[in-house]
């Protein structure tokens, strides 16, 4: 079946510029998450959704990040005066639900360069 | 606050030798363990898990992980390597009791050689 899909693949934009990377679930998952990867690091999460609403965004690094999920399924991370240090690999994953310790199922990334 | 920790960035070994990638962690309750392997160009795939039970948890491509709570590691092993398993792996750990939001290590590099 179909896996998680993430687009664009890649995305360099200028900073001060806005940008949106949508996330595409496994079909029928409740639980989707965002993740950020730099390089030589590991992935750090950014936000937890349950459904449609944001169960957790604790690690929204600030508050020109924001991201939606108003269907349950179809996410969006937007960013918003992007700078140089918003470059990274942005993951999306999915499990079929946000507890109980599922394993999480990841898209490809999308590369965001920040000019 | 929890966290995970890789202590070596890369480990080299010839094919058909066993491998060893270390984990070890750091949380306050009981933990759900993961590793990942991350292919170039790909994205992470999930290798095996511990949630309870047996220590001893087996996953794909013949890995297999020891949890070891007195010395709070999780630790990826291999009898035989291949060259094929050439990747990244990380480990990862969340909590029983919470959203299953991971907390990822660093990373380590395994490099198997003919």
């Known amino acids: 079946g179909a896996g998680v899909s993430q687009t664009p693949s890649n995305k360099v934009t200028e900073k001060g510029k806005y940008v949106e990377l949508r996330c595409d679930p496994i079909?029928?998952?409740?639980?989707l998450y965002w993740y950020r990867q730099s390089l030589g690091q590991g992935p750090e999460f950014l936000i937890y959704?349950?459904?449609?609403?944001?169960?957790?965004d604790s690690g929204l690094p600030n508050d020109r990040f924001f991201a939606v999920r108003p269907e349950g399924s179809v996410s969006t991370l937007k960013i918003q005066r992007t700078e140089r240090g918003d470059s990274a690999v942005y993951l999306c994953?999915?499990?079929?639900?946000?507890?109980?310790?599922?394993?999480?199922?990841f898209g490809p990334g999308t590369r965001l360069t920040v000019t | 606050a929890q966290s995970v920790a890789q202590p070596e960035d890369q480990v080299n070994v010839a094919e058909g030798n066993p491998l060893t990638v270390k984990c070890t962690y750091s949380?306050?309750?009981?933990?759900?363990l993961f590793w990942y392997v991350q292919y170039p160009n790909r994205g992470l795939q999930f290798l095996l898990k511990?949630?309870?039970?047996?220590?001893l948890v087996k996953g794909s491509y013949g890995f297999e992980a020891e949890f070891n709570k007195s010395q709070t590691s999780f630790h990826l092993k291999k009898p035989s390597a291949l060259v094929s398993d050439s990747a990244l792996y990380f480990c990862?750990?969340?909590?029983?009791?919470?959203?299953?939001?991971?907390?990822f290590g660093t990373g380590t590099r395994l490099q198997v050689f003919p």
């Open positions: 994953a999915s499990s079929p639900s946000g507890q109980g310790g599922y394993e999480q199922y």
């Open positions: 079909s029928g998952h409740t639980a």
């Open positions: 990862a750990v969340t909590l029983s009791y919470n959203t299953d939001k991971l907390i």
């Open positions: 959704f349950q459904g449609t609403g944001a169960a957790d």
């Open positions: 949380v306050s309750g009981n933990p759900y």
């Open positions: 511990y949630i309870t039970g047996d220590n």
